[in-house]
């Protein structure tokens, strides 16, 4: 069993920066990869960005030059550093966790809602 907590969302002007974490409290963070996806109003959730366990990092094209994830394993947490926000990123944020043991099931953060706007 893993749980995640996520924070750092908030309102902000086109931009604008913010910084997403994702903590893990329950689990071994070690040995999980960790990600971020988000869901805009009205659309499918989407990927945005995810790390290995060994820090291989994966940024989707429509926010690498913008956006960067890293890991500290030693607070068991993850990062999603986002600069330079557009109102195309107005979304809400989910963290998720999947065991590289056993490949799944993916766990879930509660979500952090991010809104751009002037």
């Known amino acids: 069993q893993v749980d995640l907590v996520e924070s750092g969302g908030g309102a902000v002007n086109p931009g604008g920066s913010l910084e997403l974490s994702c903590k893990m409290t329950?689990?071994?963070?070690?040995?999980?990869?960790m990600g971020w996806y988000r869901q805009p109003p009205g659309k499918e959730r989407e990927l945005v960005a995810e790390i290995t366990y060994d820090r291989r990092t994966n940024v989707v094209e429509s926010v690498k030059d913008r956006f960067i994830i890293s890991r500290d394993n030693a607070k068991n947490t993850a990062y999603l550093k986002m600069d330079n926000l557009k109102p195309e990123d107005t979304a809400l944020y989910y963290c998720?966790?999947?065991?590289?043991?056993?490949?799944?099931?993916?766990?879930w953060g509660q979500g952090t809602q991010v809104s751009v706007s002037a």
């Open positions: 998720y966790a999947i065991s590289t043991i056993t490949n799944g099931p993916r766990y």
């Open positions: 329950r689990g071994v963070f070690t040995i999980h990869d």
